[in-house]
C-alpha cells in the first residue's frame, strides 16, 4: 500500500491527504501546547479523547443542520473530513469572562457576561495570534462581509448547542474557539465549522465546583488533563464510565 502523503502538521494533529478527493484524514496527536507552544507536554491518551468527542460534537451540530466539515470517525486517532479552505481566523466566543479577555480587560474570571461576545484572532503563529476587529478583517481581505455575517450565525449556533449539551451534563461552557471554512458546491460557496471541537478549543467548568475540565488543568498545571478530558467524556456519554476496576484504553 502507498504511503500516505501528510499535508500539513500543526501542534494538535497531523493532517494527511484522504482516500478520495476533498478529504482529509485528521490525525489526533497526545502533544499539548500552550502559551503558543513555550509550554509543551505529551499527554496520554489526549488525540483518542479529542478524536472521539470532536466526532460527538460535530455530528450533534450536523443533526441541528450546522454544516461541518466531519464525515466520519475511522479508528481510535483518525477522522475523516472533507477538505475546505480555511479562514485564517480563530472565533472565539465567551459567555463567562477569563482568560486572555480578563486579563485584557480586568474583569474577574466567572464574571457572567450580558450577552455572548464573538472575537477574532488572526492565525499567526508568529505574532501570537493577535485579537483583530471586523475593520482589519474587511480592510486586509481576510474574509468579505457576507463571511462574517455567517461566521457570526455559525458561531452562535455552535454556542447554543453547546451550551445546551453541556449544561445537561452540570458543566458551564465558559468560551470556546472555532474555525471555519470555505467549501464549493457547483457555483456556490459556503461556509463549515472545521478543525476540531474539544476541550483543547473549550473553557469548561463544573458548574457545583467550578472544578476546571479542559486545557486550562495543563496550561495551569491543575492536575491530570486526561482524567479532566475522561470526565467530560463520560458525563457526556462518549466514553463509557469505568466502575472503578480499570481506566478506558485511549492508547493505540
Ligand atoms: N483558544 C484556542 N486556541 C487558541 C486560543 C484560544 O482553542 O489558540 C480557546 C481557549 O481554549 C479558550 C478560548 O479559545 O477556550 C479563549 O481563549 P483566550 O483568548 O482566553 O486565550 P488563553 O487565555 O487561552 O490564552
Redesign the pocket.
Known amino acids: 500500500m502507498a504511503r500516505r502523503k501528510k499535508i500539513y502538521e500543526g501542534k494538535a494533529k497531523i493532517l494527511y491527504e484522504g482516500p478520495e478527493p476533498g478529504t482529509i484524514v485528521q490525525y489526533f496527536k497526545d502533544d499539548a501546547t500552550a502559551f503558543n507552544a513555550q509550554k509543551k507536554d505529551v499527554i496520554e491518551g489526549k488525540g483518542v479523547l479529542n478524536n472521539r468527542l470532536s466526532e460527538f460534537f460535530m455530528t450533534g451540530l450536523a443533526n441541528i443542520g450546522v454544516p461541518t466539515h466531519f464525515i466520519r470517525r475511522l479508528n481510535m486517532r483518525e477522522q475523516l473530513v472533507r477538505s475546505c479552505e480555511i479562514i485564517p481566523l480563530?472565533i472565539?466566543v465567551r459567555n463567562t469572562a477569563?482568560?486572555?479577555?480578563s486579563k485584557r480587560l480586568g474583569i474577574e474570571e466567572g464574571t457572567q457576561l450580558p450577552r455572548p461576545i464573538v472575537e477574532y484572532c488572526l492565525k499567526n503563529d508568529e505574532l501570537g495570534?493577535p485579537l483583530v476587529s471586523e475593520e482589519h478583517i474587511a480592510a486586509f481581505g481576510w474574509a468579505s462581509q457576507q463571511d462574517m455575517d455567517d461566521i457570526v450565525h455559525l458561531a452562535l449556533r455552535v454556542n447554543d448547542f453547546l451550551s445546551g449539551v453541556m449544561l445537561a451534563v452540570g458543566i458551564k461552557l465558559v468560551?470556546?474557539?472555532i474555525e471555519v471554512g470555505r467549501v464549493y458546491e457547483g457555483d456556490f460557496q459556503r461556509l463549515i465549522v472545521a478543525d476540531e471541537i474539544s476541550p483543547?478549543?473549550?473553557?469548561l467548568w463544573d458548574i457545583e465546583t467550578g472544578k476546571h475540565l479542559d486545557?486550562d488543568v495543563f496550561r495551569r498545571d491543575l492536575g491530570s488533563l486526561t482524567d479532566a478530558y475522561t470526565e467530560v467524556a463520560q458525563r457526556l456519554g462518549v466514553m463509557p464510565r469505568s466502575n472503578g476496576a480499570t481506566k478506558p484504553t485511549l492508547i493505540n
Open positions: 480563530e472565539i477569563a482568560g486572555s479577555m495570534d468560551d470556546f474557539k483543547d478549543s473549550c473553557r486545557k
